[in-house]
């Protein structure tokens, strides 16, 4: 992991004339002006509260967000700095998750390239571009582990495991934010959502949250840690109770975890109305019990729901909060816009954007970040890479020529969908072939998506009727009886994962299955590809299809990486971020578990369900290439390491087939006793290596007090055991290369 950096660094202002000059900003702000930079406004239309425009002219403003208009920014921001009292200029806020015109792949798909600099060079172009548009400040990375797929943010995440999601977060933070917060191609970050959003209730979204210390502290926290240690500027507070505390009036989070040990220098903002909604949740009594309770909890930015400005002045006027106590919270958002030089240049030029959004190698990026994202679950006799030669494709099914699910939830205000398909990818792949396509049956939500209901010009499509469906199955199967290599596009839209998007099955959702099976019953080739955001159940596909290609949402370029992949011009080399239960019901599943007192090969053991086995259909760290790997080696530097003191590992990985090829050298640990039970395995370390056939590379982990330590409950502290322990390194977490170390005191 990255060394931690120096939180806010510039070279355009010293830490010094910061200080300084926030001093003298506060001197001259009157206690409403102060309140204003707690203040986000919406921009958008659906934004409840005053019109931006007044509140900025009454200093009642720190931020704006919901807006994605360079001329209106100009406009605001000409109000800010020339009509508002003290002249502050606004930071401009949206969500640009992954890709602001150039969509990359979903956070999940990045994190399954186990290669950090993936999610870094992607989120460097998404801040040119949004910082081209005027944008300051992106609400991201969304760095909440989750290990239950049925709920629909994982999409945004990295997956279940905390190293892996910690390198990503970190990663991501440096693409965002760069080295200079001054840089003008660069947009302040926000880790979010904290802390533990991805652990609601059996995956329903925004239900509460229970979590043990020990939980938050091994699991859950470790990418907000490696955020901070990054340079993260900001902060989100999650939307839902934590262990009964709604996390944006959380100050455990907030000020101990958050400032008090990791430093954090920056600001925190809340979820959207999150702060009002603390009366919803039956946390605060009303909304001015609602403000003092984010205010006090150290929740620095109000995201829209005005119970700040509402209420501050009469909470200390009344002596329950003091001046001094909001100047703390204002500090952070004053020295960020000056550490940006905004106070300098706070207008966007307008005529930058078109400019950059032009730039070919934006989507050069897109098309490299969504081959390495792609995941190739198997490859039954090789059948993968097809030929160019071939003739007739049929490429078939309801996300084939859908530009909205290629590219992904989460796209910025305004954005066109424009994404090459998979159909426009194998047909670019191949000129001379005759390339059919049919969508076969559509897929919807039963229920409708809030999100979607909300987009200015929405009107929905009447559902299909069941004869329409009928003939859509039947033209699909026939376009695939008369071609001589099926490529079958299934999964999920965009709008069935991310926010508000959790369901309770992981199966293909409509009728994509039963059409895969009737389209396998032609006895054709089919390679199966899925466009999702989220683990799917698809037993029978991998019970019955020779190649499964998951793709994800890959982004702009995902229909030219696919064909890229499927024809060999590419090789695949991602591995699952998150294991692929068999069953939604089977959901939290993970690969870092306790062992238990009957642990499989006892002679207790009992598969957990009488209805079927427990493992994951496709383990946590799976992935193929087009050729084979062998780990051997393995050495450990010494076999006995003390407290706190540094041992390596080391493992050569061969490519022994005949084509190059990728492989992601993974460490496992286990911890064989100690003041508390620890995983039968978890990640310590992991390296994504191309050979060439036959070439050998020596892969070398360190492991230390970080890999080795762990908050225990026992102890109620961090703690590094004196014990043995088991490691292997291999291709996914079922790795067998096993060695031994001991801890000694
Ligand atoms: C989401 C956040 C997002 C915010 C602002 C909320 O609904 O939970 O992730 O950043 O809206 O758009």
Redesign the pocket.
Known sequence: MNKARKFGRTTSISEAEVAQRVDALLAKMSLAEKVGQLNQVGGAEFAPGPRAEDQIRAGGAGSV??LNDTKKFNELQKIAVEESPSGIPLLFAL?VIHGYHTIFPVPLAMAASWDPSVPEKSQTVAAREARAAGLHWT?GP?IDICRDARWGRIVEGAGEDPYLGAAMAAAQVRGFQGDDLADPERVLACA??FAGYGYSDAGRDYDPVFLSETQLRNTVLPPFKAAVDAGVATF?SA?MDLNDVPASGNRWLMRQVLREEWGFEGFVVS??FAVGNMVIQGHAKDRRDAALRGLKAGLNMD?SSYTYTENAADLVAKGDLSEAEVEELVRPILALKLRMGLFERPYADEGLLEQVLARPDHREVSRWAAQRSMVLLKNEGGLLPLQKDIQKVAVIGPLADNKSATEGSWMVFGHQPAAVTVLAGVRAKLPNAEVTYAPGPEIRRDIPSWFESMMAGYSPKPPETPEEADAAFQAAVETARAADQVIMVLGETDLMSG?AASRASLDLPGRQEELLQAVAALGKPVVLVLLNGRPLSVNWAAGHIPAILEAWEPGSEGGNAVADILFGDAVPGGKLPVGFPRKGSHAPLYYARNTTHSPEGSPMYNPRYWDGLPTPLYPFGHGLSYTTFEFSNLKVSMPQVKLGGSMTVSVDVTNTGKVPGDEVAQLYIHQRWGADTRPMRELKGFERLTLQPGETKTVTFELGPAELGYWSTNASQWTQDAAAFDLWVGADSLATLQAEFEVVG
């Open positions: 967000l919901w969500d609400f969304m979010k959502h989100m939307y979820d959207a995201m926010e």
